[in-house]
């Protein structure tokens, strides 16, 4: 069944008709409306008009609080009346298939899209026939260590390489003699190694030093706009309301898709070291990047951004106090909505939630369910119809996985 699951993707049309995209979509916001943000980094009076940018491509990679950004987008997209090009069937555009626009629900040439945001293998000059010309490219990324202990736990079922790891610690027997236990050509396997290099439509089994992996980065530079760090995620989310000249209505948010911090496997200095080496062009990857974000954050304004923090941080707070019952996340087992509950990895309760407050008033109830909304019932509230992911979920259940 993991194998029909990941073998589903529809057949690729490659006979379509290439019809160019508008180079801007409808359902702009409105000119007349404009927003005024704090930019003195452009204005010596620290003040600027512009319109919110609402053409978004969000690279959505895998266990980075991408699920967090997630939801800010849908927000942001329904409040502007934007269309989303979605997938159809799954949750995601039939991953680890490279991105092709037959994909995307409902599709015909010439069509113009607003967002595209779902898990998707980038393909550029697909994703490009779907987007105006003027899109802005976001993604984000996290510390190959990290990223590898988050995704050995979360995949780790459904990658067969792994099953025959027989300690109790799995990871470290992993991380200790990875090559024993590695295949490139194994089934799933791209999801132990350079997790985010093969996201980007990369081969995830260079050498580090091939010419390739500094041609591929350098690409991804030049494409994308904005590149956030999920370590400084708020300081991301400051980064981005600036180059898309949002609102800090638009940045709130409550942590999604988070694990329990009992089922986080602790790395040691030797096991983190073991971690970087073997998804050593992740690790190169994330120091280019991690090198350019911080040269944003000094052209924006160190003081600056401490103060704009400090106000996200004070907001999202005063949501929570608002929203969330108790203030803060529960087990899987005591989040009571299910459509509050989360997905969960195969034979884990590990990924936790939140209940609703039920004296939330009015004014406020409709913005804290949205905030709270798991993706796969945002995705169903939004008209995606997820028939092969909710087959996938009816079969765990009966297996009791």
Known sequence: MILLYCLSAPEVQFGLQEVPVPYSCAHRPSASHPSTI??????ASGQRIC?????????????????TFLNILFRFGEKHHLKFAFPNSRNDFFYPSPFHRSQVKDYRPGMCFNIICNHMRFNAAEVAKVLPADTSYITILRDPADLAESSFHYFGRVVPLTWKLSGDDKLRE???????YYDPEGFNSFYLKNLLFFDF?????????????DEAIHAIAKRFHL??????FEESLILLKDALCWDVEDLL????????????SKLTPELRAKALEWNAIDWKLYQYFNATFWHKVDAYGRERM?????????RNAEMASICIEGGHAVDAGNILETSMQPWQP?????????NLKKNVDKAHRKHCRKMLTPELQYLTEMGVNLWITRLWGHIRDILHW
């Open 201 to 213: 439509g990369q081969d995830n089994n260079l050498h580090p030093d091939d010419p390739k992996v």
């Open 38 to 43: 704090s930019n003195s980094s452009h204005h």
């Open 346 to 354: 195969i034979g884990e309760k590990s990924i936790m939630g939140y």
């Open 174 to 180: 992993f991380l200790m003699d990875s090559k024993l």
């Open 51 to 67: 319109t919110p940018k609402v053409d978004i491509m969000f690279m959505k990679t895998h266990k980075t609080a991408s699920s």
């Open 227 to 232: 590149v956030m760090l999920v370590e400084y």
């Open 253 to 264: 948010f409550f942590k999604l898709n988070a694990r329990k911090g009992s089922t986080v």
């Open 306 to 314: 401490v103060r704009d923090v400090a106000e996200l941080q004070r």
